[in-house]
């Protein structure tokens, strides 16, 4: 143990990332036997610059569908487009063999939208601003 030392970053860099994602799927794998670990990405592109405006990413892991990160600017929000984003990616979801599927919004954010949309919440834990909180949500695919 004299000869390790623990470092405190903001920065994630490929070096954390490689050993602990592989040692983690790898022990997953040993426990399940079960490896389908793929990140997902539904994305809008301006067709005339290939800009990406928007969009989700996640992964599918286990046969849950983790949607991490959900955004559209807000001159393409209330048009259908988030409905679109997410259908994509539950279909895609299913498509690999997902059976439920998993996020979080915060408070200010879209816990409605995703309630119109058949997700259901599960626990709730406060955070930053006062009054405000985390929601995690479920949806069985």
């Known amino acids: 143990m004299e000869n390790l030392s623990v470092e405190v970053s903001a920065v ?11 040692g983690l799927t790898a022990f997953n794998t040993d426990m399940t036997g079960y490896n389908d670990h793929l990140p997902l990405s539904v994305v809008i592109r301006c ?9 989700i990413l996640g992964r599918t892991y286990l046969g849950i569908l983790f949607i991490d990160l959900v955004y559209l600017p807000s001159e393409l929000r209330s048009k259908g487009l988030g409905e679109k984003l997410l259908t994509h990616a539950e279909e895609e979801g299913r498509n690999r063999g997902c059976i439920s599927a998993f996020l979080y919004t915060i408070s200010f954010q879209a816990p409605e939208f995703y309630k119109k949309h058949g997700w259901e919440e599960f626990g709730r834990i406060a955070c930053l601003p006062e009054g ?6 479920k949806k069985t695919l």
Do not use: C, K, W, Y
């Open 12 to 22: 994630i860099e490929p070096e954390h990332l490689q050993p602990i994602d592989a």
């Open 132 to 137: 405000a909180s985390r929601i995690f949500m």
């Open 47 to 55: 067709n005339e610059t290939q800009e990406v405006l928007g969009g």
